[in-house]
């Protein structure tokens, strides 16, 4: 009698492999951050259709994708790098040519599906750029961070054309990410740097003058400069333009230390919120959990962006190391950039919050990466056992 039946291998060794080696302190905060969304949600947006129903299904959507992109290694998803980017700028421009206008917009283009290219960009562009100086690690020339620097401002480029201000920010933010980690010296960083406060001094004395109807802006469309405008003086137009601005900071100074309760936010629940269950699910939540509840939700990204650079930080390889940076800064791009518009510290863009924001496609992109956070990490400790 044959003793292979005895000798095969439990169902659970079969399955190991697939859950061995996550991060623990990682899937904690992500597991912290899931349930404060799932909380804001459902008093956010339980009379807003199915918003909570479909929220908790694109987390669950979100969860297995980070898990299968968790099971590829570093070296396997850096073989996508220019397959991705290379498509990614292929969509981009089909967009351009043949794409789906709504609301002066040009970003959807139709493949037998809807598809909004742009979001691909977030993952593909700081993927090729870690691909690219992997591939000159130790040689690196000055030629080549102006080659990297290319490589970044096509995707910008085309997606500021569409226009789409928000996505343009991000793609550009993730990409500067990787040219800074690969080495950038400071002396090109401190310029840029100055001339942008600068910037922004002159544009905060000079509102008034460039402020006015009759003022163009150069490069820059007329609801851009309505948008920065706004954001210097809201109170020029109250219902208007300033009214996303002026309801925020009410409802997140009404929420007080300790806020008004769990489902109990006025402001919320009156609809004076606009876009309560997206871009501006942060002042609902602060209006009904107070500042308590802003540092809760603080504490969870922090421990995330920390536990990410931590990976990055003793990731084996260059492309690793590259790739776990740009991902964990994005999402304090994300948060600070969401945060701050709800704020009235920086313009309306269209920059969800992570884990908070409703939405399928960023919840996908989400767990994309976090799933490249957790191949990294996974590849981190294979190398260290």
Request: aromatic share 10%; net charge positive.
């Amino acid at each position: 009698m044959s003793h292979s039946a005895f000798n095969k291998p439990s169902w659970w060794h079969s399955l190991k492999p697939w859950f061995s080696g996550f991060d623990l302190p990682l899937l904690l905060a992500i597991a912290w951050l899931a349930g404060i969304g799932l909380v804001s949600m459902y008093s956010a947006g339980f009379d807003h259709g199915t918003r909570f129903v479909d929220h908790g299904r694109n987390m669950l959507l979100a969860l297995g994708v980070m898990f299968l992109v968790a099971q590829l290694p570093p070296q396997r998803l850096m073989a996508l790098a220019i397959p991705l980017y290379t498509v990614g700028l292929g969509l981009l421009v089909a967009t351009a040519l043949f794409g789906i206008s709504k609301k002066g917009a040009t970003r959807w283009l139709n493949i037998g599906i809807v598809i909004q290219p742009s979001e691909l960009l977030k993952i593909a562009t700081p993927l090729m750029l870690a691909w690219w100086f992997q591939k000159r690690e130790g040689a690196l020339r000055l030629a080549d961070f102006i080659a990297a620097f290319i490589l970044l401002l096509l995707p910008v480029g085309l997606v500021a054309k569409q226009p789409d201000l928000g996505t343009g920010i991000l793609i550009a933010a993730a990409g500067l990410y990787v040219i800074f980690f690969a080495g950038l010296s400071w002396r090109l960083i401190l310029p840029a740097f100055v001339l942008g406060a600068a910037g922004i001094t002159a544009l905060i004395m000079s509102e008034e003058a460039i402020c006015q109807p009759e003022v163009t802006w150069p490069v820059l469309r007329e609801y851009q400069k309505n948008r920065v405008c706004t954001l210097l003086d809201p109170t020029k137009d109250p219902l208007g333009k300033g009214f996303h601005i002026i309801q925020g900071g009410i409802a997140i100074g009404s929420g007080g230390i300790t806020g008004k309760g769990f489902m109990k936010g006025t402001q919320t629940h009156l609809e004076f919120i606009p876009e309560r269950t997206t871009d501006f699910i942060f002042a609902a939540f602060g209006e009904e959990f107070g500042l308590a509840g802003a540092m809760a939700l603080l504490a969870g990204f922090s421990a995330l962006i920390l536990r990410g650079l931590l990976i990055a930080s003793s990731a084996p390889t260059m492309f690793s190391r590259l790739m776990a940076g740009a991902v964990t800064m994005s999402f304090f791009t994300y948060v600070f950039v969401n945060m701050g518009m709800v704020s009235g510290i920086l313009p309306v863009v269209g920059v969800p919050l992570p884990f908070i924001s409703y939405g399928g496609t960023a919840m996908v992109m989400l767990g994309i990466s976090l799933g490249l956070l957790m191949s990294i990490a996974k590849s981190r400790r294979f190398n260290q056992s």
